[in-house]
Nanobody, 126 residues
Framework: QVQLVESGGGLVQAGGSLRLSCAASGRTFSSVCVGWFRQAPGKEREFVAA????????KYADSVKGRFTITRDNAKNAVYLQMNSLKPEDTAVYYC???????????????????WGQGTQVTVSS
């Protein structure tokens, strides 16, 4: 079992930055891969970024590439999502999720992940 808790969301103006955190407990954190997803009202949950066990491999959605950075600190059992140059279309509830396996083509699928946090709201005003 892995328990995930997101934090760091809030209200920010367009062009601003936020750093989301995903704190994990339970199973050895260094054995899981972690992804960030987001869901805006009336829309499906969409992939944002993912990182493998060691942090050596990452994957991003085209919509956030160059603006968002995913990192992890296994000593602190945490994964971070640094979001820069935020746009109003980034407004959503952001979720972190954990998977026991890394498969590059599958990391974009919500169904690939076993464990989910409760989400944190990010609102970007124009």
């Amino acid at each position: 079992q892995v328990q995930l808790v997101e934090s760091g969301g809030g209200l920010v103006q367009a062009g601003g930055s936020l750093r989301l955190s995903c704190a994990a407990s339970g199973r050895t954190f260094s054995s899981v891969c972690v992804g960030w997803f987001r869901q805006a009202p009336g829309k499906e949950r969409e992939f944002v970024a993912a990182i493998n066990w060691s942090g050596g491999v990452t994957k991003y959605a085209d919509s956030v590439k160059g603006r968002f950075t995913i990192t992890r600190d296994n000593a602190k059992n945490a994964v971070y999502l640094q979001m820069n140059s935020l746009k109003p279309e980034d407004t959503a509830v952001y979720y972190c999720a954990a998977s026991l396996q890394w498969r590059s083509d599958a990391m974009v699928l919500a169904s690939w992940y076993t464990y989910w946090g409760q989400g944190t709201q990010v609102t970007v005003s124009s």
